[in-house]
């Protein structure tokens, strides 16, 4: 039996598109539904994010950093302060890396909450998008409970954090915990071995582990593909080698190894993992500490450069500083994981359709704050 | 129907390992082209298990290679590269990084990646700086999921001749990595397939990342904002 | 029958005249009218059943009176008035490039076809509009009339996502008109007729009359017949032709105001009429449930009416419940599950009927 060809049609996907999560422009060939190129065209939101850094001082990059990833602000706001700690050598508080944990586990809940639900959405499932809202929204009133800010914290800065924990916070973290751990289960059978959802996501965008190294995916994405890779258990940057957590890998459960159904169940897995390491650093946290103790007056780190991952919701999160002993930055480069995560959507987007890439594009969950920066 | 896909599945497999990838990308039905994909990256795993365990240690996350490099890595592959490719390092030697000339970079790209006892299989970020004095630089941080074991790479052009050989086929995330570099310091990366600007409009003016950029006064007739000096 | 129940009683009044052209088309217009503002009223209950079904499967409280001035009336139910009064007083766009006729034909056509359909269901012992001898297979009929608006729409608006919803709906609503009428094929074996009044009076007697559980074939029969209906009306899972988050709302992308509600109001109608003919066809239409009880007519009209809000109920819970499938997976229901069960259902029925019947 022989296929037909039609003509090939050019599609533009983006910039506004309901499934482009920010705006994005895919131009795609189709045939019929059939894809057969996929050209992604980023840029829509560079804000200068590299160029900024070079006209400002080390502190002010800290609110750039949260409008990058502004899903995951608090990531990146630990991802920026622990480079520039190491550069410095500065070593904070216990108190302070705790609450940086908290604070950073926290966040991945939320973000990945964010990503299961819009994925959810992508494929049509509406309802479990506002159940993960609903739980997301607990998750920012404790943040704003801490910082007064719901997205945008400019919370931990370099040698400490803005403000302490407030009264009453390790308490409502706990609350929020024992509410939460059930939900797990909900999504689980709402979602997750929903079949109609697994159909149209087993076997979907397959990415093999080599494919995913090669293109530098990261986070959860490549431990989709089976690779146990987290930069928390790996490189143990702040406290995270104190904490007992697994590290969720997909293992090819209702179809081939890496593909968006794995993703999804790896994100799923990993806010339970995360519960677990808030369980801890909740209950070691010393009750006493000044969070200001160790900010430096003034931050001129010495001659040199740095190179320096965190493992963000989104994967590794790099920043390079070069420092040229003035306080302002000679040049801060940032690697952000979801511009490698879209980078490989047109290998594994390739001749699948139409409905199909919109859910392998849900399922790298990208941020195009991060992409264009 | 499902044995004559395993049939050819199996048969397309055995071709594409002898490097014949038309193969698979000629099965015409997506669900047969995409399991023989996945066959064959099992077959590759299971080979290259055989000869060296690189995938497979990091899928397990068993990674116990001893990590010969530990200390001071950047110092050791310097000084492999040093042997296996004469007169390609550039500057004098660091603790912090290699410095590398621009010449062979793709070949030792190549050998970097493939190389049993190195195996930086991630190529992490490339960062572009300008150094003044009419000097680039790319700085390459690579990453071996199996050693465990990272290293800098350095290669410094002069902005006269701004061109580096393009590793996008050796680490396909290159690609996208130099299309930045290229979009914001203006180095060519030469044998890259598609170098267009990335994050800017493909009619931008100037490199925006060089120190001595000067901002476009007007872009299609729209005044361009100027970036305050000196904040403090 | 209620047309010809208006005639006579119209041409009471006038005695001497045997035949009269004006009463007639009265008594035609005022049952129409009444149509008219029946579906209307059942689309503003239907869209707040809607926001309301769908934001307690949600864990919200949906819309709500808040107080002075910042309410849609006590539990929200002003809010389809409002949504109905927006949509009447939103600009009404038309593309440029689009082909003007056609665009402005397609609202209209898909209406048509969902108004037309309501004329042959009974909604009570007396109470249809066209007591027509061919009834369901009339309904089968009007109901694919939607599939030409639809391509219409896609088609005119000259957009590429339009051109994508247009197809896919051409595609889904044709092939699953096969197995809803492979199933209905089933009630005419059984009852012997075309008429829908016929086919609810069979089912006389009770629950266990209903065709539904007349024998396993049947009741196999009913789930096909709804699934379909709901591919038919483009309702999650099914709803590929407008899936929001692929091809951005599909066919009726370009659509704005007014005319964008007549596709809205069609999707409600469609439902209803699916309702109405799966309650007709396997559920006893106005038939009570228990023999002899709640049987008069006024209570004839609750049954049914129960019965199709029911349905259409249930329609809602999948939309808020499902992901949506992808287009050769609709496609593989339609044809490798639906089609094959739907053919051995028809043999089945035959075989029970010669050995039970």
């Excluded at chain 1, 209702?254 to 801890?280: A, Y």
């Excluded at chain 2, 931008?204 to 904040?231: A, F």
Aim: hydrophobic share 45%; with cysteine; charged share 20%.
């Amino acid at each position: 039996m022989g296929v037909v060809h039609g003509q090939e049609m050019v599609l533009n996907i983006g910039p506004q598109h309901p499934s482009t999560h920010g705006v994005l422009r895919l131009q795609v060939k189709t045939d019929g539904e059939i894809i057969s190129e996929i050209k992604p065209f980023i840029g829509y939101l560079h804000r200068c994010f590299e160029k900024h850094c070079e006209n400002v001082t080390y502190e002010q990059v800290i609110p750039f950093t949260d409008r990058c990833d502004y899903l995951a602000s608090m990531a990146n706001n630990f991802g920026y302060v622990v480079a520039m700690e190491e550069l410095m050598e500065i070593k904070v508080p216990e108190r302070v890396e705790y609450i940086r944990v908290i604070m950073a586990e926290l966040q991945r809940i939320a973000s990945h909450l964010l990503a299961l639900g819009t994925f959810g959405l992508d494929v049509g499932a509406f309802t479990p998008f506002l159940y993960m809202f609903r739980d997301r929204e607990r998750i920012l009133d404790m943040f704003e409970m801490t910082c007064g800010a719901r997205l945008l914290y400019n919370y931990m800065w370099v040698g400490g954090l803005s403000h302490d924990l407030p009264i009453g916070f390790v308490e409502s973290a706990f609350r929020f915990l024992d509410y939460f751990e059930p939900k797990i289960e909900e999504y689980n059978n709402i979602l997750t071995y929903n079949k109609i959802f697994i159909e149209r996501t087993a076997d979907v965008g397959v990415m093999p582990a080599d494919v995913a190294i090669s293109y530098g995916v990261s986070g959860p994405n490549l431990r989709g593909s089976g690779v146990k890779w987290d930069i928390r258990k790996d490189e143990p940057y702040s406290i995270y080698d104190r904490f007992d957590f697994d590290v969720p890998v997909g293992i090819g459960e209702k179809g081939n190894l890496g593909d968006c159904w794995d993703r999804f169940n790896v994100r799923l897995t990993e806010m339970g993992e995360s519960i677990k390491i808030l369980r801890q650093a909740l209950t070691q946290i010393p009750k006493n500490g000044d969070v200001h103790q160790t900010i430096p007056k003034k931050i001129r780190p010495p001659k040199g450069s740095i190179y320096k991952r965190t493992e963000t919701p989104r994967g590794d999160l790099g920043f390079y500083i070069i420092s040229d002993g003035s306080p302002i930055p000679n040049r801060l480069k940032m690697r952000s994981p979801a511009f490698t995560a879209l980078s490989v959507l047109d290998e594994i987007g390739r001749g699948w359709m139409l409905s199909d890439v919109i859910a392998i594009l849900g399922s790298l969950d990208i941020v195009l704050g991060e992409i264009d920066r | 129907m499902s044995d004559e896909r395993d049939k050819l599945i199996a048969e397309v497999v055995e071709k594409a390992l002898q490097g014949e990838m038309d193969a698979i990308n000629n099965i015409e039905d997506r669900v047969t082209r995409s399991k023989a994909k996945a066959a064959l990256a099992k077959a590759k795993r299971a080979q290259t298990a055989d000869s060296s365990p690189q995938i497979e240690a990091s899928i397990t996350g068993e990674s116990t290679a001893p990590n010969t490099l530990s200390d001071n890595p950047n110092q050791k592959v310097g000084e492999r590269i040093s042997e296996k490719f004469p007169d390609s390092r550039d500057g004098e030697v660091a603790d912090t990084h290699i410095q590398l000339k621009p010449d062979q970079w793709n070949e030792i790209a190549a050998w970097l990646k493939t190389e049993e006892d190195l195996l930086f299989d991630s190529l992490q970020c490339i960062t572009g700086i300008d150094l003044g004095e009419n000097v680039l630089e790319a700085r390459y941080n690579l990453h071996s999921m199996k050693h465990r074991n990272a290293i800098e790479i350095r290669i410094a052009v002069s902005r006269d001749i701004a061109q580096i050989p393009s590793i996008e086929q050796v680490w396909r995330i290159g690609d996208w990595f130099e299309r930045e570099t290229y979009d914001m310091y203006g180095i060519r990366f030469t044998g890259h397939r598609d170098l267009r600007r990335i994050l800017l409009p493909e009619d931008w003016e100037g490199w925006p990342l060089r120190k001595d950029y000067e901002v476009q006064e007007t872009y299609h007739g729209i005044m361009v904002p100027k970036v305050k000096e000196g904040w403090e | 029958m209620t047309v010809d129940n208006l005639y006579n009683w119209l041409m009471g009044f006038f005695p001497g005249i045997t035949e009269s052209p004006i009463l007639l088309i009265i008594a035609i217009l005022v049952p129409c009218l009444a149509l008219f503002l029946f579906i209307a009223l059942y689309a503003l209950v239907a869209i707040y059943g809607e926001l309301k079904v769908s934001s307690f499967m949600q864990d919200r409280v949906g819309p709500m009176g808040q107080g002075v001035g910042l309410h849609a009336g006590k539990w929200g139910l002003l809010q389809p008035v409002a949504d109905a009064l927006k949509l009447l007083t939103k600009e009404d766009l038309i593309p440029e490039k689009a082909d003007k006729t056609l665009f402005i034909m397609a609202p209209f056509m898909i209406f048509i076809g969902a108004f037309i359909a309501f004329v042959a269901i009974p909604f009570g012992e007396t109470l249809i509009i066209a007591d027509l001898n061919i009834g369901i297979f009339y309904l089968l009929a009007v109901g694919s009339l939607a599939v030409i608006a639809l391509i219409l729409a896609g088609w005119s608006s000259n957009n590429k996502w339009s051109l994508y919803g247009g197809m896919r709906s051409a595609a889904q609503i044709i092939s699953y008109e096969i197995p809803a009428g492979v199933s209905i094929v089933i009630v005419i074996m059984l009852t012997g007729t075309l008429n829908m009044q016929d086919i609810i009076k069979y089912q006389d007697g009770g629950l266990f009359n209903w065709l539904i559980f007349a024998n396993p074939f049947t009741f196999i029969a009913f789930f096909i017949y709804f699934i379909s209906g709901i591919a038919e009306t483009n309702r999650t899972p099914f709803d590929i032709p407008e899936a929001e988050s692929e091809i951005v709302g599909g066919f009726h992308t370009e659509y704005s105001g007014m005319r964008f509600a007549f596709f809205f109001l069609s999707e409600y109608a469609n439902m209803f009429v699916v309702s109405g003919i799966a309650s007709t066809g396997f559920l006893g239409g106005w038939q009570s449930p228990i023999s002899g009880y709640f049987n008069t007519p006024s209570w004839g009209v609750f049954w049914m009416l129960s019965k199709i809000m029911f349905l259409v109920f249930v329609m809602m819970w999948f939309r808020w419940t499902f992901p949506r499938l992808r287009v050769d997976q609709l496609m593989n229901v339609c044809w490798k599950v639906f089609l094959p069960i739907g053919l051995l259902n028809i043999f089945g029925v035959g075989i029970w009927t010669l050995i039970f019947g």
